[in-house]
């Protein structure tokens, strides 16, 4: 049986980044085999992820990335217990590291079984994170824009770190025209989808989910029917409202914060004639930490674009 010296706890410890009386006890129990005390912390640690995981997780990350040529960004949800835990540097670099896988592989599932940068599974990762850190931990939900030509755009709010924050939006613009001029215009379309006070359901009406336009309709006709008008009325009445909630909801349709006298429909076609090529708007995503997980009160996101346009 080989001697457990310290120099020999010391690196496994920093092979691990388990503590180090586990990695004591582990070397004790394994005889001194380096690789069996390594399979044993594993196993442990996959023992306490297992016992962890039914404990609500609402806090931590969301981490953003745009792919080197521009044209193709992510965003991730990286969850926790606490939000002290978003602010730890290991946790911060393992949402950083999830986001770069995310630039080439879609999907919660597809990503965990990924690997990254650094070699271990992301599912490897985070399951050794719960270990050492103590909190549930786990990867939420991913999305990814791409566009042939064109740009995709990030933006970070409250960032926590480079490449994380608390809320988290891409953008995507394609285009011929410049890209420096386009990701410009992509990032202060992605403040307003992160800030404006009615965050956009779809990028168009066509684009708005059924079940979301009738549950609207419900509450209209339910509010216009205690009016005690005739129901030919309500009907038109509905119509309207329909529609005025439509371009509440649609991010083209609605006034750009930095300048409300301007709908996001016509900064994109005034673009296009800045960059000298047409420009689509091709999609947006934005990650709200927590949100459908538990309601909390956030920062006055309109507010802070507001003045940072000179406006507030």
């Known amino acids: 049986m080989a001697e457990i010296t310290a120099a020999l706890v ?9 503590g180090m009386m586990d990695c004591k006890n582990a070397l004790q129990e394994t005889g001194g085999d380096m690789e069996a005390a390594m399979e044993l912390l594993r196993k442990k640690g996959l ?50 590291d999830i986001a770069e896988v995310a630039l080439t592989v879609e999907g919660v599932e597809a990503i965990s079984a990924a690997k990254t940068p650094g070699g271990q599974t992301v599912a490897d990762m985070v399951t050794h994170m ?4 103590g909190e549930n931990m786990r990867l939420r939900r991913s999305a990814r824009l791409t566009v042939s030509q064109g740009a995709v755009s990030l ?7 480079d490449g994380v924050g608390r809320l988290g939006v ?16 992509g990032r202060k379309i992605a403040m307003h989808v992160a800030g404006t006070p009615m965050p956009p359901l779809a990028l168009s009406t066509d684009d708005l989910d059924p079940a979301a336009v009738e ?39 609605q006034p750009f914060v930095m300048n409300p006298d301007q709908t996001i429909e016509q900064l994109v076609a005034e673009t296009a004639k800045t960059v000298g090529a047409p420009v689509a708007l091709k999609g947006f995503v934005r990650f709200a930490l927590g949100e459908g997980v538990e309601k909390a009160e956030g920062p006055d996101f309109a507010s802070e674009v507001a003045a940072m346009s000179g406006q507030g």
């Open 10 to 18: 010391k690196d496994l410890r920093e092979k691990s980044g388990v």
């Open 47 to 96: 023992s306490k992820a297992e016992k962890k995981s039914g404990r609500a997780a609402a806090e931590g990350l969301v981490a953003g990335k745009v792919s080197a040529d521009g044209k193709t960004g992510a965003l991730i949800e990286l969850n926790a217990e606490t939000d002290f835990v978003g602010k730890n540097d290991t946790f911060q670099a393992a949402a950083r």
């Open 130 to 133: 719960i270990a050492t850190i």
């Open 155 to 161: 933006y970070l709010h409250n960032a926590q770190g």
């Open 170 to 185: 891409i953008v995507a613009l394609e285009s011929a025209g410049d890209q420096a001029a386009l990701k410009d215009v």
């Open 215 to 253: 549950k609207e309709k419900k509450f209209l006709t339910e509010q216009a029917l205690e009016s005690g008008k005739p129901i030919g009325v309500v009907e038109k009445m509905i119509e309207g409202r329909i529609r005025k909630w439509q371009e509440e909801v649609v991010l083209l349709k």
